[in-house]
């Protein structure tokens, strides 16, 4: 097993941990990215952690990023994207991220098995006031956005984001359908919640148009980095930006 942070230039190589951390690594001079640490192994190796040493088999990993921390875990595919696994734990204490990633490697032991290598990642959690999920290519024509408020993390109920079309060299907005938003994903104690939206604000933008067209340029900047096409994930605290996720897509 080897764990490295985001920053070192071995994450830069995907076959480290998978194309969407070496894209993560390679467009982190672009956009503040939360503190990282990746881990990957066989998944042989973390099932024989697990029956060598059964009482706290990943502890000594809680404690690799200051909490609290966000937990995900994929595959990895050579050569092709990589496949998640389970959700994404938000807003975790050292005591209950290792129970992330013990459940996070049970999923992956229940799925598909030609992809033997599971990756982890361990990311500073950023509580949100907002949230984006933003589709970019290098040539900048369109961009999508799909804005959220709080977290963009679907918990019992479903996620309500609004729509934004950013179209042409000065990213004019083409549509933007904002949703009515009832519930939202915040922070809770050792973890997150769904929490009932205030009449006023449930219908109205989740980020201003300046905003979304300040991650629309943001995602292309890391669409012609990556001379490909990304989904990237970004939170948005007090008008700060950081960029979560940075996803390629294949055109």
């Not at 290792?98 to 033997?116: N, S, T, V």
Request: glycine residues 6%; charged residues 25%; proline residues 9%.
């Amino acid at each position: 097993m080897r764990w490295l942070p985001v920053t070192d230039e071995r994450c830069g190589d995907d076959g480290f941990a998978g194309p969407a951390i070496g894209a993560l690594h390679r467009v982190g001079d672009l956009v503040p990215v939360p503190e990282t640490i990746v881990l990957t192994a066989p998944v042989r190796h973390w099932r024989d952690r697990v029956r060598q040493r059964p009482a706290d088999p990943f502890a000594e990993y809680a404690g690799l990023v200051e909490e609290p921390v966000s937990v995900r875990a994929w595959q990895i595919r050579p050569r092709r994207s990589d496949l998640p696994i389970g959700p994404v734990f938000n807003n975790l204490g050292p005591g209950t991220v290792a129970e992330a990633m013990l459940e996070l490697l049970a999923l992956a032991e229940d799925g598909a098995r030609e992809f033997p290598r599971l990756a982890f990642a361990l990311q500073r959690f950023t509580a949100a006031e907002a949230s984006a999920h933003v589709h970019a290519a290098p040539d900048g024509e369109r961009v999508r956005v799909q804005a959220f408020l709080g977290l963009a993390e679907q918990l019992s109920e479903p996620l309500h984001p609004d729509l934004i079309v950013l179209a042409g060299p000065e990213l004019a907005v083409r549509e933007y359908r904002v949703a009515d938003k009832p519930t939202a994903t915040v922070a809770a104690a050792g973890g997150s919640r769904t929490s009932t939206v205030a009449e006023l604000r449930r219908r109205a933008p989740a980020l201003r148009v300046k905003t979304v067209q300040h991650l629309g340029s943001l995602a292309i900047a890391a669409a012609r980095r990556l001379a490909v096409p990304v989904a990237a994930e970004f939170a948005v605290t007090d008008g700060e930006v950081a960029l979560l996720r940075c996803r390629p897509v294949p055109p």
